[in-house]
Nanobody, 128 residues
């Protein structure tokens, strides 16, 4: 049973754009408090990129992507998006969608251990 399914990603040149999508399955819709995008580059720890509260739509961003990435959601489609603009080579990573049940905190949204469900990940490669 797939709970979170990411699509999008691929290769792009620096300065380009990509959009990732994450479909949240019906078995957790209504129970999840927030959805986030994380990324993990080779040899590095998984890091939070952006988070959106399921109810209010309020968002949080990591400093390296603020102003370039936008997280949004379409509740009718149970889908969360990550629009990435002005991509840089250092954005190259596997991007993961994650969901947390019941409550989310602005203070800990970027901690992978806080999230209950994960997608399989999608590769984003940015060349210079």
């Amino acid at each position: 049973q797939v709970t979170l399914e990411e699509t999008g990603g691929g290769s792009v040149q620096a300065g380009g754009s990509q959009r990732l999508s994450c479909v949240v399955s019906k078995d957790i819709v209504g129970r999840h408090a927030c959805t986030a995008w994380f990324r993990q580059a080779p040899g590095k720890e998984r890091e939070g990129v952006a988070m959106i509260f399921a109810g209010s739509g309020n968002t949080n961003y990591a400093a390296p992507v603020k102003g370039r990435f936008t997280i949004s959601q379409d509740n009718a489609k149970n889908t969360v998006y990550l629009e990435m603009n002005n991509l840089k080579p250092e954005d190259t990573a596997v991007y993961y969608c994650a969901a947390r049940l019941w409550t989310c905190s602005r203070d800990s949204w970027d901690r992978p251990a806080e999230f209950n469900y994960w997608g399989q990940g999608t590769q984003v490669s940015v060349s210079s």
